[in-house]
């Protein structure tokens, strides 16, 4: 099976994009029977970054985070979406056979606006360069939290909508696969963690930085003594995900039973975090201690990512009458 993801170089990873993608991708490469396809979306990045050398430096972390947190250049191809300009090149294809109206109803488009942002272009027609990633290389599977679910079902349309037109089963129409039960991991607000709403639990943020997010999180002012409601509660939340489904129960009755207070939870949930990514960290220093290595496995990502892409380019050209 064919398998694409991608996630935008807009900040710093944090624990959601780690739950709802990053481990999937990882648990995915395992699987000899996989083709595994994972991209720094840089391009669409720049719908929201406007300094080039923050968006470079962005772009180099995020594959640097990538490799440390278990994605293997041998098991998986790694690139950096702008080196394979061919996406574009298929996005504005693609957005010829794109309605309007399927574009007017996006809710990532919608939420922005509604928030006040001034929406640019390449901020509506988002969907279509997404489809682009994905159908460019023909991904059967693609990996992704649930806010993405909306942008699956933009590409199957829009996949749908080019092969209807040229008359041909040409681009492959792929599914999502979203993991239900760390569906949305919220943010130290309650919010769904967001690198846009600055509420999140960096992966690799320094310790005392981590510390102090992690006391940050919003709770409610039950006494220590006093059983605490463990619906709508962040904290309670957070713990879940990091605790296998077998140790959920015990998890509940901390919060049930009183005794235990939200300063001693979080402290928990610290050395939980901790613990996990502790490897990862490790590789982390050492990467940035080698960023010669992690350039050449975005090279090599590259060629290996533009073999794939040729035929469905060549395709695509000669049924559009192009060239
Ligand atoms: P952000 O909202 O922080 O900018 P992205 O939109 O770049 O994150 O998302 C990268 C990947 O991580 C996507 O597959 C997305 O679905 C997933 N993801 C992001 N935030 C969360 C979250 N809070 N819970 C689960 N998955 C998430
Ligand atoms: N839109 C995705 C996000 O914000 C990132 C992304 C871009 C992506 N292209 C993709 C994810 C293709 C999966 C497949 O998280």
């Known amino acids: 099976m064919r398998i694409l993801s991608g996630v935008q ?3 710093k990873l944090h624990i959601g994009n780690y739950f709802g993608a990053i481990r999937q991708f990882v648990q995915l490469q395992a699987d000899a029977a996989n083709e595994c396809y994972y991209f720094v979306a840089d391009l669409h990045a720049m719908t929201t970054i406007k300094d080039g050398a923050v ?3 962005n772009t180099f972390r995020v594959a640097a ?6 994605l293997d250049p041998d098991r998986s ?3 950096r979406q702008s080196d394979v300009p061919e996406v574009a090149e298929l996005a ?3 957005s010829t056979v794109t309605p309007m109206g399927l574009l007017q109803r996006g809710h990532s488009y919608k939420d922005k606006v509604a928030k006040g942002i001034t929406p640019n272009h390449g901020l509506f027609a988002y969907p279509v360069l997404m489809a682009a990633d994905i159908l460019i290389v023909r991904a059967d599977r693609v990996p992704v939290g649930k806010d993405q ?16 037109t040229y008359g041909r089963e040409l681009l492959r129409v792929p599914a999502e696969l979203i993991l239900p039960e760390v569906a949305v991991v919220p943010g130290v607000d309650g919010q769904k963690m967001s690198k846009s709403y600055g509420n999140t639990l960096e992966i690799f943020a320094p310790e005392a930085e981590l510390k102090k997010r992690v006391m940050s999180i919003v709770t409610d002012s039950t006494p220590v003594g006093e059983p605490k409601p463990t619906r709508g509660n962040t904290l309670y ?3 879940k ?3 296998p489904e077998s140790e959920w129960p015990a998890t509940k009755k901390l919060f049930s039973e009183g005794g235990t207070g939200y300063g001693e939870m979080k402290k928990r949930l610290l050395g939980l975090i901790l613990d996990t990514f502790r490897d990862a960290r490790a590789r982390r220093d050492r990467l940035d201690a080698d960023r010669g290595y992690v350039e050449v496995v975005l090279r090599d990502g590259r060629d290996r990512a533009r073999e794939v892409i040729a035929s469905v380019m060549a395709d695509c050209r000669r049924v559009g009458g192009l060239g």
């Open 65 to 70: 985070d990538f490799i440390a947190l278990g």
């Open 77 to 79: 191809v790694l690139y």
């Open 92 to 94: 504005w294809m693609l």
């Open 237 to 239: 939340a957070l713990l």
């Open 149 to 164: 679910k909306q942008h699956l079902e933009m590409t199957r349309d829009i996949a749908a909508a080019f092969n209807q």
């Open 241 to 243: 995900v990091f605790t």
């Open 55 to 57: 968006l470079r430096d």
């Open 9 to 11: 170089p807009s900040g």
